[in-house]
Structure formats: C-alpha cells, structure tokens
DNA sequence: GCTTGCTTTCAAGCGCGCTCGAAGCTTTAG
DNA sequence: CTAAAGCTTCGAGCGCGCTTGAAAGCAAGC
C-alpha cells in the first residue's frame, strides 16, 4: 500500500512550478461561484453558497469574522468580497481551524497592511497543524486498510 | 503547486503491492511500542504510551471503549492487547471518528466474529470519510500557501 | 388587509469530549 | 509511623461551535 509513501512526498514536496495555475484557480473559484451575479446576496442565499447554516453566519458575523452590510430595512446584504471571506473561513473551519484562530486572523486583516508580517506566521502556523493533521488521517486511513483486509480474509500472503 | 495532484494520487491509488509490509508494520508498531515488556501498565503508563490523560482513559472505560483487568487492590491493569486497543482508539480519534462510532464498533467487536460484516462496513465508512477529509484539508493547505505566496509578495509570474 | 415566508435580535440550550475536584484508599520512601 | 504520590469513584464543570426558540419586523402574492 503506497498510501503512506504518497502522504509522504505532499508533505515533502516544496512545491512544484505550477504555482500561478492554482493562483489563478483560487481567484476564479472564488470569483467563479460568487461574482456570477456581482448582485449582493441575502444571508439565506450566502448560506446556501458557502453550505453553511443561516444561523452559523449569524453567529460568525456576532463573532466579528464578517461584517455584510445592511440594506433599508435591516436586512443583511453578502457583498462578493463578504462571500469569499466565507469561503476562506469555511476552508480553514473545515480544516479544524478554531474560530478563535480565526478571530484573530481576521482582526489582523481589518487592521491592514502593517500586520501582514503576522497575519504570515499564522498561516505558517495553520500549514504546519493542516499538514500533521494529514499526517495523522494517513495513520487512520491505513488503519481502516489494515482492518478491511483482515475482514475480507488477510489475502496478503 | 503538486499538492491537490498528488492528493488524488492518494485517494485514487487502489493499494499498491506492498501490503503486507505494512501489516507487518502495523503489529510491530502495536507490539514493540508495546509488547516490549508484556506486563501489565498502570493507567498513568498506559496514558503515557497513547499520549492521552489518566483522566480520558478512565472516561474511555466508563463509556465502555476498553476493559483493563483489575488487580488486588482495585487498580487498572492495561494488558498489551488493551493497549493495542487504545492506539486503535486514539488513531480513530485524531482522525475525527466520534466517541460514540468507537463505541457502536467495539460493541461489535466484543460481541464475536459474527459482526465482522457489520464491523467491515462500518471501517468502509470511516474510510470515506477520512478521505473526505483528507481532501478538505488539501483545500486549506492550498488556501495557506496561496495566501502566505501572496504575502511573500507574489512571486509567481 | 391578510397570509406566508423571509428577516431581525437576544438569550438560552445542547452535544461532544474531555477535565477537574472532592473524598478516600494503597503503595512507597524515609 | 508518617508523608507523599498515585490510585479509586463520583459528579459537576467547561470550552467549543453551533442550534433553537421567542418575539417581532418586513416583503410579496392574493
């Protein structure tokens, strides 16, 4: 099973020369799903885009992790810019981000440019922890494989 | 930037030739971490060998994960095979597998062989999972280098 | 105007996985 | 004999990340 061995070179591999192809995918992901209708979206909508509930974006906007605006009446208002923060925050909770990492990340990026040398080091931070993560889903994942073969009969030899 | 092809690779590679190294390597992780003395550990031993607290495995017990033997004076004794069942477990768990799955699974397993089909489905699932998740941290690994690239100043083209 | 379905705020509740503390027994060292 | 360290059980507490519910306002169709 080459499985480990290939968890192995991702984590090893300093990455390759393709670097502006996943640049560009990044931006037209973001852009592709969201700036389809440049039209600002209400939180149903928003929720519904970045699989979250409308009660979870509630809740991240009260935690200061995004601040959509506000139509006439009170109504939330997700700018494409709101939604692609979305995005990003959902990727990094999927990842077993904290929300208080988040917090703090997002706070930086409200403060400006001054604080990018920070906001820096946390995804330094973040790579590292998603990195050991991947490492520990391979031990995992070789464990089911080790326990569905002895299941099916151990045809190992 | 490799990473998200590579991580296919993973998720694709239907197991290469080399399986019965690894369930070598799998019982020599379990036994020599392990068997290299075959008495029975105390729960400060044992917790010190799966890296988890004195408290937490007690809780395990409680919820029925695992059966240490008790000796004169009440106190638990891991034997060997509870110890293989605890590296189990914390595998299992740093990979997201809930307490309650484990619980479901080891039921069957204490219940004989003849849930072996249930227990094959049930690491199926987890197993899917746990690719599942793999590719969601390939996500935010991305999300992490783009970003810090972009702090580094973009030097992609 | 009424109903339906969305939206708002606010506060309370919940499931998970520990984690801690109290009160007491056992073992070990001096 | 005593003190310290480690074990026991039991129950309560906690941090996280939502989730739910209540009470009320707004928008669109009939």
Chains 1, 2 share one sequence.
């Not at 040398?117 to 994942?141: N, T």
Request: glycine share 6%; proline share 4%.
């Amino acid at each position: 099973m080459a499985t480990q061995a290939l968890i192995e070179r991702i984590l090893a591999a300093g990455d390759g020369p393709s670097s502006s192809a996943i640049d560009a995918l990044h931006e037209l992901l973001d852009d592709a799903t969201i700036e389809a209708s440049a039209m600002p979206r209400s939180v149903a909508e928003a929720a519904r885009l970045v699989g979250l509930s409308t009660h979870t974006l509630r809740y991240y906007e009260q935690e200061g992790l995004v601040r959509p605006a506000r139509n006439a009446s009170g109504y939330r208002e997700y700018s494409a810019s709101d939604l692609r923060r979305l995005v990003f925050l959902t990727r990094m909770r999927l990842s077993g981000t904290t929300i208080n990492d988040l917090k703090r990340y997002i706070l930086l990026v409200e403060q400006g440019p001054s604080t990018i040398p920070e906001r820096r080091r946390i995804m330094l931070d973040q790579q590292d922890r998603i990195r050991r993560q991947i490492r520990e889903l391979g031990l995992a994942l070789e464990t089911t494989e080790y326990k569905i073969r002895i299941y099916d009969g151990h045809p190992q030899g």
